[in-house]
């Protein structure tokens, strides 16, 4: 007889008391990125004791968990995310974090508790023909865990013909599900500007080259970026989030240093923005008689989901919670993520689960000192992941 949705959210909503506490557990025990080595432990421990073909070290602290069944050819690759952030916790739960200033800020131990409650289905009663890859990775939280994973040999190793993820996020009705086709999070690109001028008195500006009204000017004029060169259909960030000069009100500095960062959602426009970055430093810099050096640097890639993937995605999502909790094409989000780096390899698709809205639990934004998981999610996000692979290894 077909196993039907409910199935799996019966099956998880039985074992969900276990995969709470793991997900508690982990969240009492944070490690930041290339750090994770009690939760690799334990992830490790659990899918070798349900039988999988584990592989520890890749990328430093990541893990594989491989399970092969039948004679089938296909292969799919999901990974959850394992690392904290270096955020003192305020949220007063009797599972906080025991690490002073580190905590589980983004929901990365619920995203590793859903995978784990699949990978336990899926062996003791999983019904498919073919590979199964169960991506485990370190350090998604600005450190690229993701390249160091495939610098490793990830997908020589463990080939997938396509590759999923997914994350919770607050503000979206617990339990609900969005795909997106095509560019879904942004790139993240920094740079650290310095002005070199000439310092002098307060009370005699005309002996001194002021780097600071330098650096007042090109503030304002990295604006036009977005107001006059980027096409205002598309998306176009540029934040100066730091600017350090001077000690004193009467002292000219000599120096000034600005910290840029700029996010877009194409891989042109990402382009035109640096481009035209560096044009207006150095060129209102020149206007002031100073300066300017620029250490522009490469952070996270678009993250792009390929359409026959997505498609799949929602059908998956669709048959699970009904279309009525499924946004089919959702806004695409300007926070960053580095499995854009897999999707740069693979095929595949990245979703989200609503982490709670209003005065539900897990409305709090990430990377708040308040934030917490919403343990309710875990049945739904291992169910999901579970139909998704016994769905594609047919």
Same mark, same amino acid.
């Given at each position: 007889m077909p196993k039907t949705p409910d199935h799996?959210?019966?099956? !998880?909503?039985?074992? =969900? *008391?276990?995969?709470?506490?793991?997900?508690?557990?982990?969240?009492?025990?944070?490690? $930041?990125? %290339?750090?994770?080595h009690a939760t690799s432990a334990l992830v490790a421990e659990r899918l070798g004791a349900w039988g999988y073909q584990v592989e520890r070290g890749l990328g430093g602290t990541g893990l594989v968990g491989q399970l092969k069944r039948g004679s089938g050819s296909r292969s799919v690759g999901i990974r959850a995310d394992?690392?904290?952030?270096?955020?003192?916790?305020?949220?007063?739960?009797a599972y906080s974090s025991k690490r002073p200033g580190i905590m589980h800020a983004c929901g990365h131990d619920g995203h590793t508790? !859903?995978?784990?409650? =699949? *990978?336990?289905?899926?062996?003791?009663?999983?019904d498919f023909s073919g590979t199964l890859n $169960?991506? %485990?990775?370190?350090?998604?939280?600005?450190?690229?865990?993701?390249?160091?994973?495939?610098?490793?040999?990830?997908?020589?190793?463990?080939?997938?013909?396509s590759i999923y993820a997914m994350h919770n996020m607050p503000g979206r009705r617990q339990g609900d599900l969005a795909f997106r086709e095509g560019p879904t999070m942004a790139s993240s690109d920094y740079a650290t500007v310095t002005l070199f001028g000439v310092g002098g008195h307060g009370a005699m500006p005309h002996y001194a080259k002021d780097p600071i009204v330098a650096a007042a000017s090109?503030?304002? *004029?990295?604006?036009?970026?977005?107001?006059?060169?980027?096409?205002p259909q598309e998306t176009a960030i540029v934040t100066v989030g730091a600017i350090h000069a001077g000690k004193a009100n009467n002292v000219i500095p000599q120096t000034v240093t600005m910290e840029i960062s700029v996010r877009a959602?194409?891989?042109?426009?990402?382009?035109q923005i640096e481009q035209r970055l560096k044009a207006i430093v150095i060129g209102q810099a020149?206007?002031?008689?100073?300066?300017?050096?620029?250490?522009?640097?490469?952070?996270?890639?678009?993250?792009?989901?390929?359409?026959?993937?997505?498609?799949?995605?929602?059908?998956?999502?669709?048959?699970l919670v009904g279309d009525e909790h499924v946004e089919a094409q959702a806004k695409a989000v300007t926070g960053s993520e580095d499995f854009a780096f897999m999707l740069e390899k693979r095929p595949g698709s990245y979703l989200m689960i609503g982490n709670g809205r209003g005065d539900e639990h897990g409305a709090c934004m990430v990377h708040n000192q308040g934030y917490d998981f919403n343990d309710s999610n875990l049945p739904i996000g291992a169910a999901y992941w579970a139909l998704l692979a016994e769905t594609y290894l047919v």
């Open positions: 799996y959210l019966k099956y !998880m909503h039985q074992h =969900a *008391a276990e995969f709470i506490t793991v997900r508690q557990t982990i969240h009492e025990n944070p490690e $930041l990125g %290339f750090e994770e394992m690392d904290a952030l270096p955020v003192e916790e305020k949220t007063g739960l508790a !859903m995978l784990l409650g =699949a *990978a336990k289905y899926l062996a003791q009663e999983g $169960l991506i %485990f990775q370190p350090a998604e939280e600005g450190m690229g865990g993701a390249t160091r994973m495939m610098d490793d040999g990830l997908f020589e190793k463990y080939p997938c013909d090109i503030i304002m *004029a990295l604006q036009t970026i977005v107001s006059r060169n980027a096409d959602l194409t891989r042109e426009m990402r382009v020149e206007s002031f008689g100073v300066r300017a050096e620029i250490d522009f640097r490469k952070g996270y890639a678009v993250l792009v989901n390929t359409p026959e993937e997505t498609e799949f995605a929602r059908s998956i999502g669709r048959a």
